[in-house]
Each structure stands twice: as structure tokens, then as C-alpha cells.
């Protein structure tokens, strides 16, 4: 069961909380003990009626404003800015319990080559958000990519918290640190996600569905899954009102600029530009790690003889489900699932799929 709990927020210096312009309560008395409001949220947090809640908040949202919405409009911002600020789930990795594997279990889970590559995507995630949402003025479009950051943030506790759960080891991590344009930040991480998470949805629901997984640790890191669609639907519905909003003399430079991500995101996931810890350590007990696992990995989790065809058949079913419940006015990411539908056309159709 994934607990939630807490009070809705943005980012702060503590990536398991929202600052505190956010939080409404104190959550220790002046004894130092936790407060009465506290344990009564902590016991909140482990009700099955209120994880059920708030998963369901995450996962469904319409906008207020009746008709349709024209992209680059103020009822745009407004509604792809209060879809994640409403859709938030306030679960704390802190509190999050996971779930005791057998030794098969935790076997194949440690032998994912993920585990470094995705703490530090995550904490560079963080980072790239913060820097872009610093330079923000308009004050609801901050708060939400605010709380996008400490959401970013917020994964990586998890990961964290996983990875230490089950024993698995990890490189050191850098030093997070962000220079140059926060906007080609932003677009990067946004654009990344794109990519990422249209095949991670995939292949968390093979993994579901071949028991790679077992199932209490698929409803424990359900909630991360869905907050990357949310992620990707408020970044793209970002780009379309941002572009509309620039003057005409500097449309082309913000294409420019999404062409220069593209290709740096295409450069990168080919593996002529690695990130640190893509190999493992010689003498270790850890995998070489893969960039483009996300990509690559169907026949690691499926527990079948999978072929590429049924892959993109799974994520673009997947991705359909995952951003279903919110308002159909809002733009979705079209250019990964569009490529994979094209691509799709010149393969022979599987005679089965094998997912629930």
C-alpha cells in the first residue's frame, strides 16, 4: 500500500516536504514530541479509504471553465497549471512501508541496471525544475512548476529509500548543480520525461503483469508512476502556451531551441554521450548500468519472449490509461506515441499481448 498523507506543497530545502508558505500545520509541539495533528495524519496516512482517495484525485481532474480551451490562452495556464497543483498525492517516502521480498524477488529487482541512472536522473530532475521555476514571475505558473520540482525530488527519496530497503548498492552520486539557460534545463528534464515515460509505463505494466514484481511493490511505487504523466501533460501543455506567448520575432528561436534538446536527448539516448555510472564497477556486485533501459528492457521485466511490436503496443496502451482521467482539453505528448505508431505500421501484429 502506498501511504499518503502530509499537506499539498511545492519545493523546499527538505525534498520530503513543501515549504512552508505551503504547510498549514506545526508538526511537533514544544516538546519536540509530534504533535497531536501529526499522529492523527500519520494514521491518515495508513487508512486504506484515504490512499484510495487520493490516488483517485491524482488520477482524474477537469478544469472549471466551460468550452473549449485555446492553447496559449490565461484559461490554459490556468488549467494545465491547476492540474497538477489539484492532482497532487501528499505521501511521504519517509512513511512509506515496503514490502518484504523473497530472495527471487529482491534477485531480480537488484539486477535491474537502473538503479544509479535513476536516483541521479531524479536528483538532476530536481534541480533542472528548481533553476527554471526561480526565474518565473507569474506566480500560479511558479507554484506549479514549484511543486513539480519537489515532486522531482520527492522521487528521488523514494528511490532512495528503495534502494537502501532491499540492499542495493550504489555509485556515489555528484553533486547536483545547474548552470547556464534554466529554460534549456527545464525543456531537457521535460522533454527527457517524454521519452522515459512512455516506455517506463509499459514496462512497469508488464512487470505487473509477468509477477516480475511482486504485487505489494507495484501499489507501493504505483504513485510515482502516475505522477510522471502528470509531470509530461503539464510540460507539454507548458511548451504549447509558452511558445504562443513569445513574441513572433523570438517563435523561431524557442523551435530552435526544442530542436536543439531533441537532438541532444536522441545524441545521448543512442550512447554517444553517456552519463556517469553507465558501466558497472569492475569487482562489484553492481549491473552495468543502461541509459536506455527504458527503451530496451521489455524482455527483462516481461518474463516472456517479447518482441518490439507487442513493447509499443503495451506503452501506447499505457499511456492512453495513464493520462485518461484528466480534462481532455489538455494537450497530450504526441511525439514519442505518433513515432511509435509510425514505426508500429511496418511491424507484424502479435497474436498476443501479455498484459491484464
Known sequence: MAPVGGVNGAVGTDVTRPP?????????????????????????????????????????????????????????????????????????????????????????????????????????????????????????????????????????????????????RLAPEPEYLVSGDPEWAFMVTGFSECIDSFFAFGLFALAKSSGFFPPALVDTFEPVMQEEGRHILFFVNWAAWHKRNLSWSRRPLFAAKVLAVWIFLIWERIGIARGVGSVGDAGSERPAQDNNFTLTGGKAVGAVDMSVATLIDVCLEENERRLSGYDPRLLRPNFVPRLMRFVRRFMRRPSVVPVA
Open 20 to 168: 512552508k508558505r505551503y504547510a498549514n500545520r506545526r508538526e511537533r509541539s514544544a516538546t519536540g514530541e509530534p504533535s497531536r495533528g501529526l499522529q492523527q495524519e500519520v494514521l491518515r496516512m495508513l487508512d486504506d479509504a484515504a490512499v484510495k482517495a487520493a490516488d483517485r484525485a491524482a488520477r482524474i481532474w477537469a478544469a472549471d471553465e466551460v468550452g473549449p480551451i485555446a492553447p496559449g490562452s490565461k484559461a490554459h495556464k490556468a488549467a494545465f497549471c491547476r492540474m497538477l497543483l489539484d492532482t497532487h498525492n501528499p505521501y511521504k517516502p519517509s512513511v512509506v512501508k515496503w514490502p518484504v521480498l523473497d530472495a527471487e524477488a529482491r534477485e531480480r529487482l537488484v539486477s535491474l541496471p537502473i538503479w544509479d541512472i535513476a536516483v541521479q536522473t531524479e536528483g538532476k530532475a530536481r534541480q533542472r525544475v528548481l533553476s527554471y521555476a526561480a526565474v518565473i514571475e507569474d506566480s500560479l505558473l511558479r507554484r506549479a512548476i514549484e511543486l513539480d520540482g519537489f515532486e522531482e525530488g520527492r522521487h528521488k527519496e523514494v528511490l532512495s529509500n528503495l534502494v537502501a530497503a532491499y540492499g542495493i
